[in-house]
């Protein structure tokens, strides 16, 4: 096959030609290093993606034309990851961005060879390129590992939420049927991700906050029961203009203390939150995530 | 200077008789029994043009041209069908084949044809290409007068 190549290397390929497309594709490179950079300094920075692509979009139809059929297929794999950090559905994590940056420098280096002359790739080095394209390829694809490494901790810091919020059953019982949701859309993942992410963590969402809300209904509605008294204040501080109430000592102590056990969870809620971003298999989930733990923030701010 | 063609074709009798005859007139042949054995191929081989057949198992013909029109926009792409259909010959233009030939290839020169001409598109853009150096040098020349 590599004779065959050769073959017509010296047969069709004019080396001018040749050369001018090694240069025109060097200079490509160049300028995406310095867009790859930039994007690595600030990953909302995603100005350069488009020329990113464009760079590797053409390397990898070019070089085929000329018979470099390894540059295209390293090329091809750069592009489909920049294909789906264009369309937002990856972001510019270390491993990405690593593995794009070890990309750049094959290419470069592959280029250089066949301006050497010599074959696209050292025979010893095809092991490295094959696990790069892998690496490549497997950065595309949401890693079932990841997400399966990832549900534990999720599920456990749900956990201590349900505990620590024990003592308010509304609030406790939204939060366990999140955690319910959770549950089902764990093994869910594996088998249709996009639907069960959207549709799930959405509706544990509007039913966490409406509940939240209906306990403070509740609340009013049944004054000095042995309910917190955190949703009592709510009400208290949305009516102050209009009324006044008398609260013993202790239960404004009581509703400090939980007002410091909501930071916690909310702590919590931001880690959790973290973690999801982090591992950024779960796009849908992490932005509605996002969504709850702001309106879960600004609710107990309010208080 | 050798084209290099692969031809596709899931019929063994008709990729050896093609395989014969364009050797024969002096190209580069491969042969591929399918689309996805074409498409492997293509990503081992630097090829010119490519003559399938559209009904074929597996990946057909059309969903072939339109892989190489995705993955390999320089080859150039001939089809033949001996199910002739107006979706077919609509299909082929519509994702840019070079012609579309019908079977049974009674007369290969028909075939022939198609094949030098769309030899002669890539020679011309080589043509092209070799021209840029020599145009190069001249804009730099304006540019600086």
């Known amino acids: 096959m590599n004779e065959d190549v050769s073959d017509q290397d010296s047969e069709l390929l004019d080396p001018e030609i040749v050369g001018a497309f090694l240069d025109e594709s060097d200079e490509a490179l160049e300028a995406v290093d310095s867009h790859l950079i930039a994007l690595e300094a600030n990953p909302d920075e995603h100005e350069g993606l488009h020329s990113v692509f464009r760079a590797f979009h053409s390397i990898k139809g070019n070089s085929a034309f000329f018979g470099f059929m390894k540059v295209k297929l390293l090329a091809h794999r750069l592009e489909d990851v920049l294909a789906l950090m264009r369309d937002g559905k990856l972001a510019a994590t270390k491993p990405v961005m690593n593995g794009l940056l070890a990309g750049v420098d094959q290419l470069k280096a592959m280029l250089a060879r066949i301006r050497e002359q010599e074959s696209e790739c050292a025979a010893d080095a095809e092991a490295k390129l094959a696990e790069l394209t892998e690496t490549l390829t497997s950065l595309c694809v949401p890693d079932e590992q990841q997400t399966a490494d990832l549900w534990p901790g999720v599920l456990k810091q749900f956990d201590e939420l349900i505990s620590v919020l024990a003592n308010d059953a509304d609030l406790g019982e939204a939060i366990t049927r999140l955690h319910g949701d959770l549950l089902r859309l764990a093994p869910a993942k594996h088998t249709a991700p996009t639907e069960a992410v959207e549709l799930n963590p959405a509706e544990a969402a509007k039913e966490k906050l409406p509940a939240d809300r209906q306990s403070s209904v509740a609340d009013q509605a049944a004054t000095g029961s042995s309910q917190p008294a955190a949703p009592t204040q709510k009400q208290a501080a949305g009516d102050a203009a209009h009324r006044t109430m008398r609260v013993e000592e202790k239960k404004i102590d009581e509703f400090l203390d939980y007002v410091g056990e909501l930071i916690m969870v909310r702590e919590m809620f931001a880690n959790v939150g973290k973690t999801l971003r982090a591992e950024n298999t779960l796009t849908h989930v992490s932005a509605e995530y996002q969504r709850a733990l702001e309106a879960f923030t600004s609710l107990s701010l309010d208080l | ?145």
């Open chain 2, 1 to 145: 200077m050798k084209s290099r063609i692969l031809i596709v074709d899931d019929e063994a009798e008709i990729r050896d008789l093609l395989h014969r005859h364009f050797r024969y007139l002096g190209y580069d042949v491969d042969t591929a029994s399918g689309g996805q054995d074409a498409l492997a191929m293509l990503a081992q081989t630097r090829t010119d043009i490519v003559v399938s057949d559209i009904n074929m198992p597996g990946m057909d013909g059309v969903a072939l041209l339109e892989a190489v029109r995705q993955d390999y926009p320089m080859i150039r792409v001939v089809m033949m069908t001996g199910y002739v259909s107006q979706e077919n010959i609509l299909a082929c233009m519509r994702k840019g084949a070079e012609t579309c030939i019908f079977k049974p290839l009674e007369d290969l020169a028909i075939l022939e044809r198609a094949v030098f001409n769309a030899e002669k598109v890539t020679k011309h853009w080589w043509r092209i290409l070799s021209e840029l150096r020599s145009a190069k040098p001249d804009v730099e020349v304006v540019s600086q007068a």
